[in-house]
């Protein structure tokens, strides 16, 4: 993928900010083999997923269907998978074999909070484990709307715990997420200030939720477009998290960005999720922080987890690998 310069129009929040992230376009490859992935990816996201992540249908299908097409998704090899009872809930602890790592990926997996899990996303974490040469902790954290919120923070934070009391220093750590695991990562570091709890070198995150209302203007306007995402199904998934009023770290577009580790921010150019990613990535800057926005064009909601598949998508997951090293104090 090439980067480009094109202007900012699209950010509802550019104007008025004291500091500006540092904001990347990138155009798809050229080439066959991009082409013909992305038109089939699209294709079966908009015909086989989009219809069943969507009001009416028993949440159960949703969860078994998401699980069915994740083992067609292409893992890294050469690595780990060992799964381990973690307090309350099991986790999965992926390690590069034949290397003993020196850094360690707490990874929070998407799925609205109420669908995904630790397997559904192998295609990411196989990878964080085998090119970041990193040991990569994937929580099975409960879900909604079994179990409200906070538990999903609650969960992960102890993930977090357990990382810190076996030895890994904080600037070893990177916290990164997908969707509503890209929420999670925001959360979970405003969780750790919170607690006086060290904060990891940085975090990243894919399309993540800010607006908990769902009612951007890409919300709005990029609905038909996204090939993924039902804004109903996605505002369904919210109310079951029966967000207490007042809650701290229940609305993270109202939350204080301070003092939050260095980040990098990718969407895509078609997503309903477009405007979060703009808004977190200038809250953080405009409060001194260090945000990194990657923009990529033509490309879908979480498209990096077609990593393996889709040229484009195995290059955006190296940037991130590229970040995390260059945050890792080891």
Not at 123 to 142: C, I, K
Not at 167 to 196: F, H, K, M, N, Y
Not at 284 to 290: F, L, Q
Request: aromatic content about 6%.
């Amino acid at each position: 993928m090439s980067a480009v310069t094109v202007p900012n129009t699209e950010d509802p929040l550019q104007s008025g900010f004291q500091a500006e992230p540092v904001i990347r376009h990138f155009l798809p490859p050229t080439g066959m083999a991009e082409a013909i992935s992305a038109a089939v990816l699209r294709s079966t996201l908009r015909t086989l997923l989009k219809p069943v992540l969507r009001l009416g249908i028993p949440l159960a299908v949703q969860r078994g269907v998401l699980h069915a097409l994740s083992v067609t998704m292409l893992q890294a090899g050469g690595v780990q998978v060992l799964r381990e009872q973690l307090g309350p809930i099991q986790v999965e602890r992926i390690r590069p074999k034949g290397i003993k790592p020196r850094q360690a990926v707490l990874y929070l997996h998407g799925g609205a909070f109420c669908t995904g899990s630790p397997r559904s996303h192998r295609s990411l974490t196989t990878r964080f484990a085998r090119f970041g040469q990193a040991e990569v902790l994937v929580p099975d954290y409960r879900r909604i709307p079994e179990h409200a919120f906070p538990t999903q923070i609650e969960d992960c934070v102890m993930a977090y715990k357990s990382l810190l009391k076996a030895g890994w220093r904080p600037e070893q750590i990177a916290i990164a997420g997908d969707s509503a695991g890209g929420t999670l990562t925001l959360q979970v570091c405003l969780a750790a200030r919170l607690q006086g709890l060290p904060m990891p070198a940085c975090m990243v995150m894919m399309s993540p939720a800010i607006d908990m209302s769902l009612s951007s203007r890409s919300a709005r306007e990029r609905a038909s477009v996204d090939p993924l995402i039902n804004v109903s199904w996605g505002r369904q998934a919210i109310s079951w998290l029966k967000v207490p009023a007042g809650h701290p770290l229940g609305h993270p577009s109202e939350a204080d960005l301070a003092g939050l580790p260095p980040m990098l921010i990718q969407v895509g150019e078609d997503e309903v999720l477009f405007d979060d990613a703009h808004w977190i990535a200038h809250g953080a800057a405009r409060m001194g922080g260090h945000a990194e926005l990657e923009i990529y064009l033509k490309r879908w909601h979480v498209f990096p987890i077609h990593a393996g598949a889709l040229p484009s998508a195995t290059a955006a997951l190296g940037r991130q690998i590229d970040f995390m090293r260059r945050h890792w104090r080891v």
